[in-house]
């Protein structure tokens, strides 16, 4: 007989009644689908999983402890046949046969009227796939045709603009420390599908290199801003853009909400009526000392940390941190754009009750090619930073954290 194509469908299932046949690994499998699409799902079987079983008693499905018996199907729409009795399962098909029921069989794909295809989902879409025929059938190939086509859409190497729903916007993008690797999956396909970007200088700017060459990259730190600040500058062109129907991402090094005057921007677009979406970042608060072998934590030796910026001097008026609160912590603290000002900083913990011994480490440039650490203590750091020429961008840990990994210099 010569083997046609199976047609491809998408089942509506809700509240349709769907009967499985068996309450082993395939059932267990498939269920979570069955359950998503709404359908009312009956299970018989004599046993199941302890997954299948805390899906029936969570009411996800109705579970009748029996084998199958001919009428079952009488009133399916459709029917997922997995026992493991080959001769039950036979008999259920041929009855689903004579009912027209739709039915798939985990035994024999030959004999099955249905095919479950290898599905995922991305952005509202499922992407589902098939084999086209019995003989041909390579679950692992379809499965990996899936992977490909789903990971390809979520991290952006596979690009599908949207037509319909597209709207034009900003997203404030979280671009994590450095590593093009270390930014989101939703921040990586926005980036994808963006029509301009305009990029912070520190955060993955290799992704920059990636984009086709229609996109318009802009760097924020060259936006000329006459009469504005600079931030006020960038919300004007983020407006601007985004008003010609663009869509804009703002790439923003580690997370937008970090010493990232994200909550600006937010509000600049807010205020004009441009619609806004934030995609969280991997702050180089905790990333930079993890990839230079820090833990922020450690068991039994610091129960918190805290994250502060040093941008200005302890005694300077505008300085918004209480730096002899912070020296009586026991825990780690965290220091970012402190590289100038450490020495003050270091001066001023001791002075208020610090060891000068306390362990300090500066990484510099964490997660990229040039990552550099530099080790110290309270008392050694403004020398060692001038002796090593530490430069920006620096991550400051300071505390016992940093001796508790397996290397403690550069
Ligand atoms: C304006 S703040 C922005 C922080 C960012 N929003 C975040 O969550 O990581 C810039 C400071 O972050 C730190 N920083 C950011 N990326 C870094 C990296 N790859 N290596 C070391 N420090 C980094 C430095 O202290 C730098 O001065």
Same mark, same amino acid.
């Given at each position: 007989?010569?083997?046609?194509?199976?047609?491809? %469908?998408?089942?509506?299932?809700?509240?349709?009644?769907?009967?499985?046949?068996?309450?082993?690994?395939?059932?267990?499998?498939?269920?979570?689908?069955?359950?998503?699409?709404?359908?009312?799902?009956?299970?018989?079987?004599?046993? /199941?999983?302890?997954?299948?079983?805390?899906?029936?008693? /969570?009411?996800?499905? =109705?579970?009748? &402890?029996?084998?199958?018996?001919?009428?079952?199907?009488?009133?399916?729409?459709?029917?997922?046949?997995?026992?493991?009795?080959?001769?039950?399962?036979?008999?259920?098909?041929?009855?689903?046969?004579?009912?027209?029921?739709?039915?798939?069989?985990?035994?024999?794909?030959?004999?099955?009227?249905?095919?479950?295809?290898?599905?995922?989902?991305?952005?509202?879409?499922?992407?589902?796939?098939?084999?086209?025929?019995?003989?041909?059938?390579?679950?692992?190939?379809?499965?990996?045709?899936?992977?490909?086509?789903?990971?390809?859409? #979520?991290?952006?190497?596979?690009?599908?603009?949207?037509?319909?729903?597209?709207?034009?916007?900003?997203?404030?993008?979280?671009?994590?420390?450095?590593?093009?690797?270390?930014?989101? %999956?939703?921040? &990586?396909?926005?980036?994808?599908?963006?029509? @301009?970007?305009?990029?912070? !200088?520190?955060?993955? !700017?290799?992704?920059?290199?990636?984009?086709?060459?229609?996109?318009? %990259?802009?760097?924020?730190?060259?936006?000329?801003?006459?009469?504005?600040?600079?931030?006020? /500058?960038?919300?004007?062109?983020?407006?601007?853009?985004?008003?010609?129907?663009?869509?804009?991402? #703002?790439?923003?090094?580690?997370?937008?909400?970090?010493?990232?005057?994200?909550?600006?921007?937010?509000?600049?677009?807010?205020?004009?009526?441009?619609?806004? =979406?934030?995609?969280?970042?991997?702050?180089?608060?905790?990333?930079?000392?993890?990839?230079?072998?820090?833990?922020? =934590?450690? &068991?039994?030796?610091?129960?918190?940390?805290?994250?502060?910026?040093?941008?200005?001097?302890?005694?300077?008026?505008?300085?918004?941190?209480?730096?002899?609160?912070?020296?009586?912590?026991?825990?780690?603290? @965290?220091?970012?754009?402190?590289?100038?000002?450490?020495?003050?900083?270091?001066?001023?913990?001791?002075?208020?009750?610090?060891?000068?011994?306390?362990?300090?480490?500066? @990484?510099?440039?964490?997660? =990229?090619?040039?990552? !550099?650490?530099?080790?110290?203590?309270?008392?050694?750091?403004?020398?060692?930073?001038?002796?090593?020429?530490?430069?920006?961008?620096?991550?400051?840990?300071?505390?016992?954290?940093?001796?508790?990994?397996?290397?403690?210099?550069?």
């Amino acid at each position: 007989m010569a083997e046609h194509p199976a047609y491809p %469908v998408g089942l509506r299932l809700t509240g349709r009644r769907v009967i499985v046949l068996g309450g082993g690994q395939v059932a267990q499998r498939r269920l979570p689908a069955l359950i998503a699409a709404g359908a009312d799902i009956v299970l018989v079987s004599p046993e /199941a999983t302890p997954s299948v079983e805390a899906m029936a008693d /969570a009411g996800e499905i =109705t579970w009748e &402890r029996r084998p199958y018996r001919d009428g079952d199907l009488a009133d399916a729409w459709y029917a997922l046949i997995a026992t493991s009795d080959h001769d039950a399962n036979a008999r259920a098909s041929a009855e689903a046969e004579r009912h027209r029921v739709w039915c798939v069989r985990s035994d024999d794909a030959d004999q099955a009227t249905a095919w479950t295809p290898a599905t995922g989902h991305s952005e509202g879409v499922t992407v589902a796939v098939l084999t086209t025929s019995a003989r041909g059938r390579d679950p692992r190939h379809t499965a990996a045709i899936r992977d490909a086509v789903v990971e390809g859409l #979520r991290d952006g190497t596979l690009v599908a603009p949207h037509h319909r729903t597209r709207t034009a916007g900003v997203a404030l993008v979280g671009g994590g420390p450095g590593d093009p690797d270390l930014i989101t %999956v939703r921040g &990586r396909r926005l980036l994808a599908e963006a029509d @301009v970007v305009i990029a912070d !200088r520190l955060g993955p !700017r290799d992704l920059l290199a990636e984009l086709p060459p229609h996109v318009e %990259v802009i760097d924020a730190a060259k936006i000329p801003y006459g009469r504005y600040m600079a931030q006020e /500058a960038i919300n004007n062109a983020l407006i601007e853009h985004a008003k010609q129907g663009k869509s804009v991402v #703002r790439l923003k090094g580690g997370d937008p909400f970090v010493f990232g005057r994200g909550m600006e921007e937010v509000q600049a677009l807010a205020e004009a009526g441009i619609p806004c =979406t934030v995609v969280p970042g991997i702050s180089s608060s905790i990333s930079v000392p993890g990839a230079a072998g820090i833990p922020v =934590t450690h &068991r039994g030796v610091a129960h918190e940390f805290t994250v502060v910026s040093g941008h200005v001097a302890p005694d300077d008026e505008r300085s918004l941190v209480d730096w002899p609160s912070l020296a009586k912590l026991t825990g780690t603290l @965290v220091i970012l754009m402190g590289v100038d000002k450490i020495g003050k900083i270091a001066e001023t913990l001791v002075a208020h009750g610090k060891s000068p011994d306390t362990p300090v480490a500066l @990484v510099q440039e964490g997660t =990229t090619a040039a990552q !550099r650490r530099v080790d110290a203590t309270l008392a050694t750091v403004a020398e060692t930073v001038r002796a090593q020429d530490v430069k920006p961008p620096a991550v400051i840990v300071i505390g016992a954290v940093v001796a508790v990994g397996p290397s403690a210099s550069e």
